[in-house]
Every structure is written in C-alpha cells, then in structure tokens.
Nanobody, 119 residues
C-alpha cells in the first residue's frame, strides 16, 4: 500500500536545469533505498541514481557531475536535481523505493514523469 507520486518534469532547453521530486506515502515499514531510472524510446532502461538508507549515493556514468540525488527523510521524498541538461537526457523518469529485507524485499514504482530537452 505504498504510493510514489512524481512531479517536476517538463520541457527545458539544453544547458538548463530541472528538479524531480518523488514523495512516498502509505504503510512504509522500512526503506532500503530510493532511486531513479529513465527510459527513452530507443534506449535500454538506465539506472540513473540511487541513495541508500545510510545516505550513500551512486550515479550512472552518463550523468555524473551533472545530476544530484538527495532525500528528505521527514517527508519521505527523494529528489533528482538535473543540471547542464542534454538532449540525450530526454526520457521518462521513474522513481522507485526498495522496502524490506532479503527475504521480503519489495520494489515500488512511481508513475513516471517526462523530461524533454531541446537542442
């Protein structure tokens, strides 16, 4: 019964910035990690960024130095700050939440938000 609500997508010119938000609600027992995937029409689904329960982060090589993932534990919200955007960043971005442990792990998904970068 966990729901993830995404917001912040839109159209931006190359070199611009956007900030995506993903707010979790419902019966959250524990959070192992939250992160972002993206899917473009002719590309493989790509893991963009992850933030784990201890606060450590990882990024795809394609976004390192440009994107930053962060969280607000009080609001159960994860953010993706995207700077220096490129046309290749155009995709639908999906947030996710990993809950539980090795024996009961569950992944919840947001509805997706479109990011379009014009050249």
């Amino acid at each position: 019964q966990v729901q993830l609500l995404e917001s912040g997508g839109g159209l931006v010119q190359a070199g611009g910035s956007l900030r995506l938000s993903c707010a979790a609600s419902g019966s959250i027992v524990s959070i192992n990690a939250m992160g972002w995937y993206r899917q473009a029409p002719e590309k493989q689904r790509e893991l963009v960024a992850v933030i784990r329960n201890g606060g450590s982060t990882n990024y795809a090589d394609s976004v390192k130095g440009r994107f930053t993932i962060s969280r607000d534990n009080v609001k159960s919200t994860v953010y993706l700050q995207m700077n220096s955007l490129k046309p290749d960043d155009t995709a639908v971005y999906y947030c996710y939440l990993d809950s539980g442990g090795p024996s009961i792990a569950v992944r919840y998904w947001g509805q997706g938000t479109q990011v379009t970068v014009s050249s």
